[in-house]
């Protein structure tokens, strides 16, 4: 299996930075790809930024151009830069690895961690 441990949330206002980490450890060998999500309530949880399995990025569209997502593959570790935040982008944020097996995916989520933009 694979461990996801979060770190970086917080409070920030409107138009302010943040930058969350995801260290993965375990059968980390077995990845093949990581990403962040994030659930607002009352709302599904949803894709924010990831890595495909052909290490491309992709984002959502109401992130475009404010947030980055990294990784430092020595650190086993992935980021995601957010700049200009908004309000709209309160949620808890969750990391994921996911990993191929015989006919399925498996995935892991890490334990989220909040981020609450004030106006």
Do not use: H
């Amino acid at each position: 299996q694979v461990q996801l441990v979060e770190s970086g949330g917080g409070l920030v206002q409107a138009g302010g930075s943040l930058r969350l980490s995801c260290a993965a450890s375990g059968r980390i060998f077995s990845i093949n790809t990581m990403g962040w999500y994030r659930q607002a309530p009352g709302n599904q949880r949803e894709l924010v930024a990831g890595f495909t399995s052909g290490g491309s990025t992709n984002y959502a569209d109401s992130v475009k151009g404010r947030f980055t997502i990294s990784r430092d593959n020595a650190k086993n570790t992935i980021y995601l830069q957010m700049n200009s935040q908004k309000p709209e982008d309160t949620a808890v944020y969750y990391c994921r690895a996911e990993w191929a097996v015989p006919g399925s995916r498996l995935g892991s989520w890490g334990q989220g961690t909040q981020i609450t933009v004030t106006s």
